[in-house]
């Protein structure tokens, strides 16, 4: 059962870390970055608490210390937007032509 709780942690990790990229590096190339960024927070914390539900009715008994592995996402976002907002405000917006 150990292997069922790594098989099944592996698709939110993936999907979280995949949002927190996408999410800031879109953000980054909006005009109204502030709309972007609070609404790319609501997603990704929307996105947190339901596949990790979600992730936790699948595998029984629950994660334990294999949610650590979900640090690496928590970590990474404020510190991707944080970027993105730095290359918004030096770039400036720019509209696509």
């Not at 709780?5 to 995949?18: K, T, Y």
């Amino acid at each position: 059962m150990r292997w069922v709780r790594r098989v099944v942690a592996a698709p939110l990790l993936l999907a979280m870390c995949i949002f927190s990229g996408a999410s800031a590096w879109t953000s980054a190339l909006q005009q109204r970055w502030w709309l972007y960024a609070t609404l790319s927070v609501l997603g990704w914390c929307a996105l947190f608490l339901g596949l990790a539900a979600t992730s936790e009715a699948i595998a029984p008994g629950g994660f334990g210390e294999g949610a650590m592995v979900f640090l690496l996402p928590m970590q990474a976002f404020p510190v991707l937007l944080i970027v993105s907002g730095i290359v918004r405000l030096v770039r400036g917006y720019r509209p696509r032509q």
